[in-house]
Each structure stands twice: as C-alpha cells, then as structure tokens.
C-alpha cells in the first residue's frame, strides 16, 4: 500500500466512526484508523466522545391536577370557486364627475343646536335647491304646483375666503333666519346678500308659538357687511 492509499484509507475509517460516533463500532474505526497511521507515519487523532445531553428537569404535576386537553379544535375553512361578477368600467359621466368634485359643506345649525351657537365669516357662494317639507321631506310647491326653491349660503368661517374647506358652512334663508338677514340687510343698508360679503348668525332659542297646536318658532340675530364698493347686501 503506497502512503497516499494509506492516508485515503485513514480518512475513510475515520469519517465512517464520526457517522456513527457515540457507538462500540466508531471506537473500533478509530483505533484502525491510527494504527494505520502509525505505521505510515501519518498524524493521530482521538477518538471524540459526543457531548452528553443535560437532562431536563422532571416537572411533577400536582396530585389531584387532571391534565387539560385543548378543547379548540382546529377549523378549516374551504373557500368556493365562485367568482364574483363585477361590471366594466367606464368614462365618469360629467354628473359623476361634478359630485366628486363639489366641496363639502356642514350645517351652520341644525336640530340639535343650542341657544348661542354661531357662525361667522364670508359668503362665498350663494345656491339654491328645492324647499322640503320638514317632516315628510317631501319638496313643497307653490300654487302653480312647481317646486319652491330655497336660497342657500355658503359661508367660510376658517378666517379665509377659500370656496373649500373645513370651514364651509351652509345656511338655508328661510324662516327665522331669512327674518334675522333681512334685518341685517336693511341695518348695512342693502337688499340681498351677495357673495363676498360678511355675515354673523347666531341662534338664541326658541320664541313664542304664533298659536295653539303650532311648532314655536327658531329665533336667529344676524350682523351683515356688504362687500367693498356694493350696495346691496
């Protein structure tokens, strides 16, 4: 045997005591495997013992202790090949298009409002839309039997005169407060609002019922400012 057969045996021997090390027979390979060695003139090696385990305490379970069993079963839940129809799309339509891109508007009062709640700022916008009834929501008519309209303000109350906004707030001109803006607007010396003047309403309660079985009446104060160089409110 020529030492390079020597060494390659040698290493054979001793990759086959590491397969099964912790054995009788990894001790026996490994004693061959320098007895080769030696006679060829190889290095030695020791035979490595593997690393003993620690064992793990034993936890004793208190006498009288049933050990729990897991009472929630695992689900599987099996989902359907049902596809879900779902319509193309298409080009927004200009009404589409409109409503996305209006700026929304909160209530300046409302029913839950209280004696001294307030708005204050500048009427960028002046609207109208059909009048409902307060009950039936249904739109009211006049005698010819077309719908009544109703004007509505749109008033910024952020300190700017921004159309959009937080600060947006709508106001519909009838009843009490359409009597509280045409008294303001006869104080500054106009007839109607318009858009860019300024505008304080404030809500102070509720007045006397105009007679028996009727609703009593909302009572609104309003200060009004024309804008620069009109005269009409």
Not at 169 to 188: N, S
Request: glycine share 8%; net charge positive.
């Amino acid at each position: 045997m020529t030492p390079d057969q020597a060494r390659d045996k040698v290493t054979k021997l001793r990759a086959h005591a590491d397969s099964v090390n912790g054995t009788p027979e990894a001790v026996l390979f490994y004693a061959k495997a320098n007895e080769l060695a030696a006679a060829y003139g190889l290095p030695l090696t020791e035979h490595r013992q593997p690393a003993a385990e620690t064992p793990r305490p034993n936890r004793a379970r208190p006498s009288g202790t049933q050990q729990s069993t897991p009472t929630n079963a695992s689900r599987t839940t099996t989902m359907t090949g049902t596809a879900t129809k779902t319509k193309p799309a298409r080009p927004a339509g200009d009404t589409t298009m409109s409503k996305a891109f209006t700026p929304r508007t909160r209530a300046a009062f409302n029913r839950t409002s209280e004696p001294g709640a307030q708005i204050e700022g500048v009427i960028v916008a002046i609207e109208e839309e059909p009048d409902l009834d307060y009950r039936t929501r249904a739109p009211k008519l006049d005698a010819d039997g077309n719908e009544r309209m109703v004007p509505i303000l749109i008033v910024q109350t952020d300190g700017t005169t921004k159309p959009y906004g937080q600060g947006l707030r709508k106001v519909w001109v009838r009843t009490g407060i359409a009597d509280a803006l045409i008294g303001a607007c006869m104080d500054a010396g106009a007839t109607r609002t318009a858009v860019g003047g300024k505008v304080r309403l404030r809500y102070e309660g509720l007045g006397e019922p105009p007679a028996p079985n009727f609703s009593a009446p909302k009572l609104y104060t309003a200060v009004y400012e024309p804008p620069v160089g009109e005269g009409e409110c």
